[in-house]
């Protein structure tokens, strides 16, 4: 992983505001992701927490604040004191250094896994084929995949799929990785295998921004925990902690419910 | 039909060894509904050959000896190369137009969307001859600045002939309806194919072409598979114009011999053999799209599986 030296955050959250027509879903959102670090992200369901994922990669535009990655803000240019909306290639080019996993995998059900991640590498950073191939394999094999290769996605079960969705977001070599809800359309004992390769990522040192409902996870995982209620964070801090005992009443509503 | 022995469920289930399940012995439903209607198919089937064999009306003499003559030939091959060449036009054109329309730039989209509705909105006889008598609205067609200099200048009648009208009157009517199959193929795609494609970093372009549009086509073959049978036939308007193809050939001959319906014989069974070749080529291409998609009827089923195999 690419340690930068001078200790800016990878993730740098300002002021988040976001609304869809008259709902405002984000109120006003402050986070710091550091290098290395496993940020979890919890909160009742319409908290907002998966919109917020989605700015930081500009799936979605925010209405105000800034958003920044790795030192580059993210959707605009500033210059002097104007910001100027950067075009898609633009986007384009911001979004391959941060991979995202979805809930619901989004795999493309007309390649095979191997084709599903030498997509990207071979299209957008115009990878030659033999190279693509053999590192799909190695992400593959480091994903427990290495026999499945050749699968259609509709071949290979939930937790297969996720497990490919993430060597995919892998192959473009990200600095950040954001997981939105990649367990919660998973039949229960399917749930492990696609945290366990979470956990790999974790270990060897990946960045990382979990939207999840798996407390176990973030407990054992995550080097931080927030959690999110009606579009604003209402607590963050050290996921033990967190957990053990939550100082917020709806942190504690929210916990007695899902614990 | 087939009884339900689905691989994922025969897969887990297997017999046991040493406890093989006794099969049950039951007298099966009986179907007398399905006797009854082979009889009744069997006697007007037989009635209907009976009548084509022995009725002397249908002249197989004369259908055979057309079958093949020059002029049905020229026809023919008129009817093939104008409806693989408006067909082109019509898909590459459709697809173009259909990007346009979805497209969020706001010009382009509604310049498409106002194709659309004169081309659809007008009907296809006027458009040919249209095309045809371009040359009464404009004499001569020229490369040039508005209102300044000219670069090239051609006469319309010479760039025009009866052959590029009828591509252009043909092709231009077919994209406009090209386009909103192609729409209907595009809109049926997830959305969180083209999120996924744009969290990877893939361009608009790069997504459309490798992940939207290979996944649309499935939805977009069987109604270009329509289309292209359907103007197999439309083809035989551009007599409007004085041109002729398959129909017009045959038209011709009984007009002089008054072998109607010999003749009329003689182009049906061109087009049924034209439209079976082009049925099992849309099950080969439903197939080559069908890929990571559970596989459902389609024409291909019609044939055996050795045939479609290959295929995949």
């Not at chain 1, 950073?125 to 693509?132: D, E, G, L, P, S």
């Not at chain 2, 259908?63 to 020229?74: D, H, I, R």
Request: glycine fraction near 10%.
């Amino acid at each position: 992983m690419t340690d930068n030296e001078h200790g800016r955050p990878m993730v740098e959250a300002v002021g988040i505001h976001k609304s869809f027509g008259h709902v405002e879903v984000l109120r006003g959102i402050d986070l710091i992701v550091q290098p290395g670090e496993v940020a979890c992200v919890i909160g009742p369901s319409g908290s907002g927490k998966s919109t917020f994922l989605r700015c930081i990669n500009h799936l979605e535009s925010i209405d105000s604040g800034t958003m920044t990655v790795d030192g580059e803000l993210i959707g605009y240019r500033r210059r002097g004191d104007k910001l100027y909306e950067l075009r898609e290639s633009e986007v384009a080019r911001q979004r391959r250094d941060i991979g995202m996993v979805f809930q619901r995998f989004n795999l493309f059900p007309h390649k095979t896994a191997i084709e599903n991640i030498m997509e990207a590498p071979c299209t957008v950073r115009r990878t030659n084929k033999k190279q693509a191939r053999e590192s799909a394999r190695g992400l593959l094999d480091r994903v427990g995949l290495g026999n499945r290769c050749d699968n259609y996605p509709s071949q290979l079960s939930g937790g297969q799929q996720q497990r490919v969705a993430i060597a995919r977001a892998l192959a473009m070599e990200p600095r950040l990785m954001l997981f939105d809800e990649p367990t919660s359309a998973l039949d229960p004992e399917l749930v492990g295998e696609v945290l366990d390769v979470m956990r790999g990522l974790a270990r060897d040192g990946m960045t990382m921004v979990v939207v999840t409902h798996e407390m176990g996870f973030a407990r054992e995982v995550a080097d931080s925990l927030v959690f999110m209620d009606e579009g604003r964070i209402v607590e963050a801090g050290v996921p033990r902690e967190v957990l053990a005992n939550p100082k917020h009443e709806r942190t504690q509503a929210f916990l007695s419910k899902v614990l | 039909m087939a009884a339900p022995t689905d691989d994922t469920t025969a897969g887990g289930a297997g017999p046991i060894p040493g406890t093989a399940p006794t099969p049950i012995k039951a007298v099966p439903v009986r179907h007398p509904g399905r006797w009854i209607a082979i009889v009744v198919l069997a006697v007007l089937g037989a009635m209907l050959v009976n009548t084509i064999l022995t009725n002397d009306g249908f002249r197989w003499d004369v259908v055979g000896k057309y079958l093949f003559s020059g002029p049905v030939l020229n026809g023919l091959r008129n009817t093939l190369v104008l409806t693989v060449l408006s067909m082109l036009i019509g898909i590459f054109g459709g697809i173009a137009l259909a990007v346009m329309r979805l497209s969020p730039n706001p010009v382009l989209s509604y310049v498409a969307g106002l194709y659309i509705w004169l081309f659809r909105g007008t009907p296809l006889i006027a458009q040919l001859l249209f095309w045809n008598f371009l040359a009464a609205l404009y004499p001569r067609l020229s490369l040039g600045i508005p209102f300044g200099p000219e670069f090239v200048s051609f006469d319309t009648n010479q760039l025009i002939n009866q052959f590029t009208a009828c591509l252009l009157g043909l092709g231009l009517n077919e994209a406009a309806y090209m386009a909103e199959i192609v729409r209907g193929g595009l809109q049926s795609v997830d959305h969180g194919q083209t999120e996924a494609a744009g969290a990877l970093g893939m361009s608009r372009g790069q997504t459309l072409r490798r992940i939207v549009l290979p996944q649309a086509m499935r939805v977009i073959v069987p109604p270009t598979g329509n289309e292209t049978i359907s103007m197999l036939k439309t083809t035989s308007l551009v007599v409007v114009i004085g041109y002729f193809e398959l129909m017009t050939s045959v038209q011709r001959i009984y007009s002089v011999n008054f072998q109607t319906i010999p003749l009329l014989i003689v182009a049906a069974i061109w087009y049924l053999a034209l439209t079976s070749v082009l049925s099992i080529g849309q099950g080969f291409v439903e197939r080559r799209y069908g890929r990571g998609v559970h596989q459902g009827p389609t024409g291909a089923r019609l044939l055996p599986k050795r045939w479609t195999a290959g295929a995949k």
